[in-house]
């Protein structure tokens, strides 16, 4: 497991860190990620998406603050260590709907009625200390952001991944998708 081989970097944070709870919820945050990525992939959507729902919160692994800093109230913008650290393998394609799904969720809570009431109660701690709902301004600009639409899928796919008792394939199941997305 080298530099050399991303895939099997992953395979090892989601067997370490990935056994840690998923900050508040019910779940682990590997059968998070594991149950995101199967999502993704039943509703038929792209290899980028699949990727991107499941590797969306390895920004909690990777980060100097962790997923534990921000349920303490900092936030640790692992949307943004997320895509930072997947750039070094995958393209904008995987990378910019993970940097981007956190604030998919101040987008959804800003635009969409019934969103907010819906999210489980650790997400809507987490969206006050991570900005809170958008302005309109802010709005208007999320939407003409480049994979702003990726984005609010794999908000959705993470934002229904919590459930304790859902059966997912392991990580193995998605190295052939991974491996079709790593950059030259
Ligand atoms: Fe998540």
Known sequence: MTRADPVGVIAGLFASDGLQDYLGEAVTQQAHLLQSGMLAERAGTPDALVAAALLHDVGHFTGVISGQGLMRGTDNRHGEVGARWLGQWFGPEVTEPVRLHVAAKRYLVAVEAG???????????????????????????????????????????DDAAKDPVATTPGFDHFRPCLGRLLRE
Do not use: I, N
Request: hydrophobic fraction near 45%; charge should be neutral.
């Open 115 to 157: 969103y907010a009431a819906a999210l489980s109660p650790a997400s809507v701690y987490t969206l006050s200390v991570q900005g809170g709902p958008m302005s309109r301004a802010e709005v208007a600009e999320f939407e003409v952001t480049p994979y702003a639409g990726d984005a609010v899928r794999v908000r959705r796919f």
